[in-house]
């Protein structure tokens, strides 16, 4: 129960802007989970969420996205990125990055901070990222995305 609901938060505040507990609250219990504040608050923490300033509103995010970077951090993780990457292709659901040798970990740290609304998951090898989306029309968007940082 604790991830299905944990699941169905992280989608609440990717599409609604939910500026308060109370409100996740109220959408969580639209959505068929009886739970406290506490519980909300619980959910907040485990799942890293911050608030961000989206239009003058301060709502929810998840933490690593990069509406809650600031303008120095995005930089730094793309310099990173276009430093350490050789190659990048995709197939179905799949993208595999080759990087130089030893980079593969900072460039991939640089992908999920970044991108993370975009992946499953990510796992780095000394030169070679692996990286889980949805679906393949996720895995092109991407690799679009990650070659533009090239």
């Known amino acids: ?3 299905s ?24 219990e639209s959505k068929g ?6 519980t909300v608050s619980r959910d907040i923490k ?6 961000v300033n989206k239009n003058g509103k301060y709502c929810y995010a998840l933490s690593g996205t990069p509406e809650t970077l600031n303008k120095g951090s995005l930089e730094r993780y793309r310099d990173i990125f276009s430093k350490s990457v050789t190659s990048i292709k995709s197939a179905q659901n799949d993208v595999v990055i080759k990087c130089y040798s030893g980079m593969a970990q900072a460039a ?15 796992l780095a090898g000394d030169d070679t990222i692996f990286i889980i ?12 995305k990650l070659n533009g940082l090239l």
């Open 1 to 3: 129960m604790t991830k």
């Open 5 to 28: 609901r944990r699941e169905t938060v992280l989608q609440l505040i990717k599409n609604h802007d939910i500026e308060t507990q109370e409100e996740l609250q109220t959408l969580l």
């Open 33 to 38: 989970f009886e739970t406290t504040q506490s």
């Open 46 to 51: 485990h799942l890293n969420i911050v608030k």
């Open 108 to 122: 991939c740290a640089a992908i999920d901070a970044t991108m993370s609304d975009l992946i499953i998951g990510s």
């Open 133 to 144: 989306t949805e679906d393949e029309n996720k895995s092109k968007e991407l690799v679009t």
